[in-house]
Nanobody, 115 residues
Framework: QVQLVESGGGLVQTGGSLRLSCAAS????????MGWYRQAPGKPREMVAD???????NYLDSVKGRFTLSRDNAKKTVYLQMNSLKPEDTAVYYC?????????WGQGTQVTVSS
């Protein structure tokens, strides 16, 4: 089992910045990909950014150039630096870890961007 603990959400004005953190614990040796998804009210959950074991990062087109995903292997933590935030970034953000046979999810953290 893998446990994911998120932090860093909140309320910010348009153009502001936030940093989300996700710390993994438990049976982390099998994790192949970690990243962040988000879900806005009435919309499906979408992948925001993820990083695989080789360090390759993927981003949702709408966040490219504004969001940066990084990781600290020693701390088993991934970070999502979100800059130039827009109201359309408002959503619950979920940390995800994929172990090849099972998906693990954090509890979610609310990000609200006011206009």
């Amino acid at each position: 089992q893998v446990q994911l603990v998120e932090s860093g959400g909140g309320l910010v004005q348009t153009g502001g910045s936030l940093r989300l953190s996700c710390a993994a614990s438990g049976s982390t040796f099998g994790i192949k990909v970690m990243g962040w998804y988000r879900q806005a009210p009435g919309k499906p959950r979408e992948m925001v950014a993820d990083i695989n074991s080789a360090g390759s990062v993927n981003y949702l087109d709408s966040v490219k150039g504004r969001f940066t995903l990084s990781r600290d292997n020693a701390k088993k933590t991934v970070y999502l630096q979100m800059n130039s935030l827009k109201p359309e970034d408002t959503a619950v953000y979920y940390c995800n870890a994929w172990a090849g046979y099972q998906d693990y999810w954090g509890q979610g953290t609310q990000v609200t961007v006011s206009s």
